[in-house]
């Protein structure tokens, strides 16, 4: 009976770390689809730049000062989106080992479990030997006196 109070008491505990960090992998997965999506929207934002410079340039001829400042644009979207992707791939790899830890987790508590299962078997296999020992002896003692 200690036994399985202690093992259901660790269960709890293997219960708890498990909600934890599945909290924290949702938590974790959000902000790598926030980050993901700010990555698409520096992509969408230097495409639809490319776009407008090539209708503008096709149009008209540009002036050596609009195209310094489209270059410094692009240049400055680009380096954006380079570090847009380093924070991306962070943010994966914490991901990555948030549902790692997350794993290991739903392992130790199903091993758990199964400690937890083996002690009750046990338990209720040495009480029922205990009742049938029993058993027999009052069933031999009450044969023996006649």
């Known amino acids: 009976m200690k036994n399985e109070k202690s093992i259901s008491k660790i269960l709890g505990l293997k219960e708890m770390t498990k909600d934890q960090l599945e909290l924290e992998v949702k938590r974790v997965r959000d902000e790598l689809d926030d980050e993901q999506a700010r990555l698409e929207h520096l992509r969408n934002t230097l495409e639809y730049a490319k776009m407008e410079f090539e ?3 096709s149009t008209d001829p540009l002036h050596r000062q609009e195209l310094e400042i489209f270059y410094a644009y692009v240049a400055s979207v ?3 989106i ?6 991306v791939q962070e943010k994966q790899a914490a ?3 948030a549902q790692h830890a997350m794993l290991e ?4 508590k199903k091993l758990v479990e199964i ?3 083996r002690v009750l078997h ?4 040495e009480t029922l030997l205990s009742e ?3 058993a027999d002896f009052s069933f031999l003692s009450r044969k023996a006196r006649p």
């Open 82 to 87: 380079t570090r847009q992707r380093t924070l």
């Open 132 to 134: 049938q020992k029993e």
């Open 55 to 57: 209708n503008r340039r």
């Open 95 to 97: 991901f990555d080992a």
């Open 78 to 80: 680009s380096s954006q």
């Open 122 to 125: 046990e338990e209720m296999r």
């Open 115 to 117: 400690l937890y299962h």
């Open 105 to 108: 987790a739903y392992k130790e």
